[in-house]
């Protein structure tokens, strides 16, 4: 089957999880399965630079891909896809005319061009937390539920939490979505590149707890640095806090700049880092700590559990579905009650080595091969090919 796959969220700053996941099916879909059945993808992006596009592509080790670029940019292509539902693929590129089926693993929903259309929706946080959205996103996400609904003949959502979201705060049918959930990578990490990541990121050789994802309201970072804040000073904690990953919206970085200041140099702010060295921080941390308000998957509680890291996280739904016994719980709104469950983990070795344990075990279940393989079967069964 030939399948045109939209990339174009690779050169979204930042990427996201969801980044993560458009990566993963650009590299495993053209992969023979154990069937033998082979997937042409043909990749496609809005309309940017060759040097933008070959450094995006690199960042997400796909320097060998070469998308189609389109005649419009994003914001254009966007805007004309929701509002008035042209142009179609195929009269933009020539390589999109012979296409089997269309995936947009994002929101960015073309129009229906003749083929199936399988479109991924990770959430419906925009509509449920509109607050914790600048108005351009809020009415795109809207849109673009609006557009999923109408054009797509089958939708994805990582989690049974999120299929429930979106069935019942979009115009999406439960019985149009299927369920699959993401993968995670599994790479081994000595200890001699734990300490050179360490080094070069300018993390030092004190223990340390772990925050990954992107500086957005919904991940709720204020309530992990007040409550770290509070229990370095009254517990003589030697640990820092590493906070991971690039700037997001809603001036969240202005609403932790108080509490970050009064750590001082108990706080380090490494920034995006490439996927091997956050595999080193994910491996060096003593816990890896997770408040959010909301999350669609919550890709950094596995990735974190794969390198045999204690995993902390906010007491919701969605991260109870993917980390099931491995990980402690607490309420995402209460900075006491985590800091006294940060407390008890850093004082109790057992503890966090029965969660690293469990956590290791809960990782290896989720993989991007078994991820990208349910999703192909979506495929044929749109095709009719099952």
Same mark, same amino acid.
């Given at each position: 089957?030939?399948?045109?796959?939209?990339?174009?969220?690779l050169?979204?700053?930042?990427p996201g999880?969801?980044?993560?996941?458009?990566?993963?099916?650009a590299?495993?879909?053209?992969?023979?399965?154990?069937?033998?059945?082979?997937c042409?993808?043909?990749?496609f992006?809005?309309?940017h630079?060759?040097?933008?596009i070959e450094? +995006?592509l690199?960042?997400?080790g796909l320097r060998?891909?070469?998308?189609?670029?389109?005649?419009l940019?994003?914001?254009?292509?966007?805007?004309?896809?929701?509002?008035?539902g042209?142009?179609p693929l195929?009269?933009?590129?020539?390589?999109?005319?012979?296409?089997?089926l269309?995936h947009?693993?994002s929101?960015?929903?073309?129009?229906?061009?003749g083929?199936?259309?399988?479109?991924t929706?990770?959430?419906? +946080?925009?509509?449920?937390?509109?607050e914790?959205?600048?108005?351009?996103?809020?009415?795109?996400?809207h849109?673009?539920?609006?557009m999923?609904?109408?054009?797509?003949?089958?939708?994805?959502?990582p989690?049974?939490?999120a299929?429930?979201?979106i069935?019942?705060?979009?115009?999406?049918?439960?019985?149009?979505?299927?369920?699959i959930?993401?993968g995670?990578t599994?790479l081994?990490?000595g200890e001699?590149?734990?300490? !050179?990541?360490?080094?070069?990121l300018?993390?030092?050789?004190a223990p340390y707890?772990?925050?990954?994802?992107?500086?957005e309201p919904?991940?709720?970072?204020?309530?992990?640095?007040?409550a770290f804040?509070?229990?370095?000073?009254?517990r003589?904690?030697p640990h820092?806090?590493?906070?991971?990953?690039?700037?997001?919206?809603?001036?969240?970085?202005a609403?932790i700049r108080?509490?970050?200041?009064?750590?001082g140099?108990?706080i380090?702010?490494?920034?995006?880092?490439?996927?091997?060295?956050?595999?080193?921080?994910?491996?060096?941390?003593d816990?890896? !700590?997770?408040?959010?308000?909301h999350?669609?998957?919550?890709?950094p509680?596995?990735?974190?559990?794969?390198?045999?890291?204690?995993?902390?996280?906010?007491?919701i739904?969605?991260l109870?579905?993917?980390?099931?016994?491995?990980?402690?719980?607490?309420t995402p709104?209460?900075?006491?009650?985590?800091?006294?469950?940060?407390?008890?983990?850093?004082?109790d070795?057992? +503890?966090r080595?029965?969660?690293a344990n !469990?956590?290791?075990v809960r990782?290896a279940?989720?993989?991007?091969?078994?991820?990208?393989?349910?999703?192909? !079967?979506?495929?044929r069964?749109?095709?009719?090919l099952?």
């Amino acid at each position: 089957m030939r399948v045109a796959l939209n990339v174009e969220q690779l050169l979204h700053r930042p990427p996201g999880g969801i980044g993560r996941y458009t990566a993963e099916l650009a590299r495993l879909l053209p992969a023979l399965n154990d069937d033998g059945e082979h997937c042409d993808v043909v990749p496609f992006v809005a309309r940017h630079g060759r040097a933008a596009i070959e450094r +995006a592509l690199g960042n997400f080790g796909l320097r060998d891909s070469d998308p189609v670029r389109l005649l419009l940019p994003r914001p254009l292509l966007y805007d004309t896809w929701n509002l008035i539902g042209f142009p179609p693929l195929g009269m933009l590129h020539r390589s999109l005319r012979d296409v089997d089926l269309v995936h947009a693993p994002s929101l960015a929903v073309p129009p229906h061009s003749g083929v199936p259309l399988v479109v991924t929706v990770h959430d419906a +946080a925009a509509i449920v937390f509109p607050e914790t959205y600048p108005r351009r996103g809020r009415w795109f996400h809207h849109r673009g539920s609006i557009m999923a609904a109408r054009r797509a003949d089958v939708v994805i959502a990582p989690t049974m939490a999120a299929a429930e979201e979106i069935s019942s705060r979009t115009p999406i049918p439960r019985e149009r979505i299927r369920v699959i959930a993401h993968g995670v990578t599994q790479l081994p990490v000595g200890e001699g590149v734990v300490a !050179a990541t360490r080094a070069t990121l300018g993390v030092g050789s004190a223990p340390y707890v772990l925050w990954v994802g992107t500086l957005e309201p919904r991940k709720n970072l204020p309530v992990l640095i007040n409550a770290f804040r509070v229990v370095v000073e009254e517990r003589n904690l030697p640990h820092r806090l590493v906070i991971v990953g690039p700037s997001g919206w809603m001036d969240t970085e202005a609403a932790i700049r108080g509490p970050s200041e009064a750590l001082g140099e108990r706080i380090h702010f490494t920034g995006p880092v490439r996927a091997d060295r956050l595999q080193a921080l994910y491996r060096g941390a003593d816990l890896f !700590a997770f408040p959010s308000l909301h999350e669609g998957f919550g890709l950094p509680v596995l990735e974190a559990m794969a390198q045999s890291t204690a995993v902390l996280c906010a007491d919701i739904p969605v991260l109870h579905e993917v980390a099931g016994d491995a990980a402690r719980f607490v309420t995402p709104h209460d900075p006491e009650a985590w800091g006294h469950a940060i407390v008890s983990l850093l004082f109790d070795d057992d +503890a966090r080595a029965s969660l690293a344990n !469990a956590g290791r075990v809960r990782a290896a279940s989720f993989t991007w091969e078994r991820c990208v393989n349910r999703t192909r !079967a979506v495929y044929r069964d749109v095709l009719g090919l099952s």
